[in-house]
């Protein structure tokens, strides 16, 4: 029984010599986080770049206002800005942006139905010759074609992103790999 109660008071001892210490340095370390999120939050932010190119057949976009992840991509060599969208099965173009790409009107066969955020559409399927962003280049990209009235962007959809070899996000940047 004296054995428990000097071992009970031994534990009791050394808490009491340690525990104001480590009290100490955890009220230090909350004070210098607090002062440092301050400094975060006050200082002025600096506009994420939307395109950086790490290494050849490699590209980052930033994420832009909302969280979008959009840049200037060169679809059959012209430029063109696009958003990323994983949710569209197709890359998604719409009438005035594929004549200026050289698609003609005159062979868009508008048979296809989709559902997008606004009902169901229309589509005609066209073969795109190349889609680049930065260094990352891709050929043969199926893309949709819809009505000007039924999409007013380019989204660039998974028939772009599954030709990758990877993609995916890191630290708030879109990575993108040939």
Do not use: C, W
């Not at 009970?8 to 001892?13: Q, S």
């Not at 607090?34 to 395109?51: F, I, W, Y």
């Not at 800005?81 to 698609?103: F, K, P, Q, W, Y």
């Not at 606004?118 to 190349?130: E, H, I, P, Q, T």
């Amino acid at each position: 029984m004296l054995v428990r109660v000097l071992v009970i008071a031994g534990i009791v001892a050394a808490a009491a010599t340690q525990v104001p210490s480590l009290l100490e340095q955890r009220a230090i370390t909350a004070s210098s986080d607090a002062a440092a999120s301050v400094v975060l939050a006050t200082a002025p932010q600096a506009q994420p770049k939307p395109l950086t190119q790490n290494a050849y057949g490699t590209a980052v976009l930033q994420a832009g206002a909302g969280g979008h992840y959009q840049g200037d991509f060169k679809i059959n060599g012209r430029t063109v800005h696009g958003m990323i969208d994983t949710g569209a099965t197709l890359v998604s173009l719409n009438e005035s942006t594929a004549r200026g790409l050289g698609i003609s009107s005159a062979n868009l066969d508008y048979r296809y139905t989709t559902q997008t955020a606004n009902g169901a559409a229309k589509f005609a399927l066209v073969k795109l010759d190349r889609l680049e962003i930065g260094s990352v280049k891709v050929r043969d990209v199926d893309a949709a074609v819809m009505k000007d009235e039924a999409l007013n962007s380019t989204l660039i959809g998974m028939s772009f992103l599954k030709k990758l070899s990877a993609f995916g996000v890191q630290d708030g940047s879109l990575h993108l790999t040939e």
